[in-house]
């Protein structure tokens, strides 16, 4: 992971509210198999609409999302936080965050800095006023500057170390094998095992087939 | 000291307890996998050289993306067959027990942990998939994770946690009929919001909780996390246990008489303290359908559509325009007149043996409404070949409902199962976010009961809605035993 310190960028304002990493990324995009290449899914359905944020010119560059309170929220999908980071957005400011985006966003690199929401409006109403207008967010000194608007932001200890280090979380842990091997010692016999597996006997399942539909749709048109 | 549920499964876990700000290790139990979350998980791991360090603790199953229809053919779908085809590679060369496509234990993840007999009061269990929540319904505490968390949990059988806060949700009383778990839950994230669970585990507790069959347990476990909750727990108790014995996973002789000691232990103290309390009273509640486009945005179902300008808070104000607007709905509507075009029964919140049996009493002798599209889908092979050895496939075949083959179909969408745009749907699932169910499709979620109520009637319809001649059961617990 690539050290974080520093980003400033152009400021994009979503002003939404609740926005669901089904939104964020829609399900027909997570067929795929790669971690990357996941640009052009970023808020597809929204994409469509001409005056969606990121149709703008002055904001298609746009590195920093200012979005309404709780992003981020029902699907666990890592890939919402690929997709944003494949756009190019390398901080998402909002006044609350649903814990697992949170969690994403902080094992790859994308800044997940939540702000009081009085203070996103405050730079909601820069960006709008003078679309374009960069945002630094400073992960040091923990700060947000959006034009006069300079104000402060949170985010876990632990996870600021982590993004200011640019460590791998599976590296840190592996370092206490010894300890994960000791613990496994003392699991209790109750526990259940997934292999050598056991179930019920085996049992042919019958295939479904389509039906002739009154209204004459095929089943998924 | 006092601790709570919660509290108390934590700290049997502790590998290492975190210091000067940093997470504590915990271990991880049971690692349940799926297609969509974990190839760049596999890959991770395949890039750096490191091997599964449990497989023995690792199972894995193909749901999201496994079509309803056809399953003995090629999947159609070319994206969702490589993806298919990755997870089976990945289990193969890295020695994870998979259940596949036409595997009579192949069904939703949620679904197959309990069903096997691996989830269990006690254990820390995770998933790439928020729904992972389900499990606690044991008294587990269980969590979905992230693509990154997977690698991690894979190479190390542990995962870096910051500990969450606990927050108690007592429902007192008795249900009255027709409303049943869903409509629990569905009451209590209306309550706190979308949001309101954040950084908690949630407890649910009292009489209406207790009453519940695990069935029903795992429904409100399961939409914890649309109340952005990661976990909900409930205490083990005797219905647990009974629902686990003899089941092919579970501890026997010594084992199960030193696990259930262990279990019964498994509550939260009379003293311990949760960092917030939620209390309601099931008398109160009625039959629960959502309006809008996230989970949050329910009512009663004898209410009516919000009207946005009596709303006080601005963002909610908002928020309800916006989604009153995307579902073409008329403020002030009565939910009752809303007209569905398709009835979707299934998914890991409601497509359990349960609910294909509530959804049965009263579909039974019954036809469906000419306008609507009736899909039953079970949560997995096993859950399709009960209902099969209990009738009730022909009970939804003769009501004119298709009967499929198990998968989360259209709960999201990824495989065939989808609504078209300005597409209706009563559904047992539990998201109704924007596109959720397919690009510009209306979701309204609801019970099993109220989705067969409204495919008899075409519109948003309880029990109550339906003649005398229609059988009714019980309020809680339901009267859903096989005849």
């Given at each position: 992971m690539e050290k974080f310190t520093q980003h400033t960028g152009v400021g994009v304002p979503l002003r939404r509210s609740n926005v669901d990493t089904d939104q964020i990324i829609p399900a027909v995009y997570l067929k795929r198999v790669t971690r990357t290449g996941f640009e052009d899914a970023l808020f597809a359905a929204w994409r469509g609409d001409p005056s969606f944020v990121l149709n703008q010119d002055a904001y298609r560059t746009g590195s920093v999302l200012v979005a309404g309170p709780d992003f981020g929220t029902g699907s666990s999908r890592e890939h919402a936080v690929w997709a944003l980071k494949d756009y190019g957005f390398k901080v998402v400011l909002a006044s609350r965050f649903a814990d697992i985006f949170r969690g994403n966003s902080g094992k790859q690199g994308l800044v997940a800095a939540q702000l009081a929401q009085e203070d996103v409006e405050l730079i909601w109403k820069v960006l709008e006023t003078a679309p374009g207008t960069?945002?630094?967010?400073?992960?040091?000194?923990?700060?947000?500057?959006?034009?006069?608007?300079?104000?402060?932001?949170?985010?876990?200890?632990?996870?600021?170390?982590?993004?200011?280090?640019?460590?791998?979380?599976?590296?840190?842990?592996?370092?206490?094998?010894?300890?994960?091997?000791?613990?496994?010692?003392?699991?209790?016999?109750?526990?259940?095992?997934?292999?050598?597996?056991?179930?019920?006997?085996?049992?042919?399942?019958?295939?479904?087939?389509?039906?002739?539909?009154?209204l004459g749709r095929r089943p998924g048109l | 000291m006092a601790g709570t549920l919660a509290e108390k499964v934590w700290e049997n876990h502790i590998v290492r307890r975190g210091t000067d700000g940093a997470p504590d290790l915990l271990y991880i139990d049971l690692h349940l996998v799926h297609e969509v979350t974990s190839p760049q998980a596999f890959e991770g791991l395949r890039l750096a050289g490191r091997p599964v360090r449990r497989p023995d603790l690792t199972l894995a199953t193909e749901d999201h993306n496994t079509p309803t229809l056809d399953i003995d053919r090629p999947i159609a779908d070319t994206t969702s067959r490589t993806q298919i085809e990755t997870l089976r590679n990945n289990a193969k060369e890295f020695g994870v027990r998979l259940h596949s496509l036409g595997d009579a234990d192949q069904g939703i993840v949620h679904q197959v942990g309990p069903q096997l007999g691996l989830t269990m009061p006690g254990l820390t269990v995770v998933c790439g998939d928020s729904h992972t929540s389900t499990h606690g319904a044991f008294g587990a505490l269980a969590f979905g994770i992230g693509t990154s968390e997977v690698e991690h949990v894979l190479a190390t059988q542990t995962l870096p946690l910051a500990p969450f806060k606990t927050m108690a949700i007592t429902v007192n009383g008795a249900l009255p009929i027709g409303a049943t778990a869903k409509d629990i839950i569905l009451a209590v994230i209306a309550k706190i919001g979308t949001g309101g669970g954040q950084g908690y585990v949630l407890e649910y507790r009292g009489e209406a909780i207790r009453s519940l069959s695990m069935e029903g347990r795992m429904t409100i476990c399961n939409m914890s996390i649309e109340a952005g909750a990661r976990a909900g727990m409930i205490a083990p108790d005797q219905t647990t246990f009974d629902y686990l014995q003899g089941r092919p996973h579970a501890p026997e002789g010594a084992d199960w008489d030193a696990a259930v000691a262990y279990w019964e232990t498994l509550r939260s103290d009379d003293d311990a303290t949760f960092d917030a309390e939620v209390v309601l009273e099931a008398a109160d509640l009625e039959p629960f359908v959502t309006w809008g486009t996230n989970p949050g945005q329910g009512l009663p179902l004898s209410g009516s559509v919000p009207v946005p300008e009596e709303i006080a808070d601005a963002n909610e104000r908002v928020a309800a325009e916006r989604a009153i607007e995307y579902m073409g709905l008329t403020p002030g509507q009565p939910l009752r007149e809303i007209a569905v075009d398709t009835v979707f029964i299934g998914s890991c919140t409601n497509g359990r043996i349960e609910d294909l049996r509530a959804a049965a009493k009263l579909m039974q002798g019954q036809s469906k409404a000419d306008s609507v599209r009736v899909l039953v889908v079970p949560s997995s092979a096993r859950v399709r070949l009960q209902a099969e050895a209990e009738g009730l496939d022909k009970i939804f075949l003769d009501f004119g409902a298709e009967w499929r083959n198990a998968g989360c179909s259209m709960c999201l969408g990824m495989n065939p199962d989808q609504l078209a745009p300005g597409e209706r749907s009563a559904s047992t699932s539990n998201r109704n976010f924007e596109g959720r169910q397919g690009k510009g499709g209306r979701t309204h979620l609801v019970s099993p009961l109220v989705a067969a109520a409204t495919a008899i009637r075409g519109t948003l319809s309880s029990v109550s809605d339906l003649g005398p001649d229609v059988a009714v059961p019980d309020g809680s617990p339901l009267d859903l035993q096989p005849a």
């Open positions: 960069e945002v630094t967010v400073d992960l040091e000194a923990r700060t947000v500057t959006c034009d006069d608007v300079v104000v402060p932001f949170q985010i876990d200890d632990y996870t600021r170390w982590r993004l200011m280090e640019g460590l791998d979380d599976i590296g840190l842990t592996l370092q206490h094998e010894d300890e994960i091997t000791a613990f496994e010692a003392t699991r209790d016999a109750w526990r259940p095992k997934t292999l050598p597996a056991k179930h019920l006997p085996p049992v042919e399942i019958k295939a479904a087939r389509p039906v002739e539909l009154s | -």
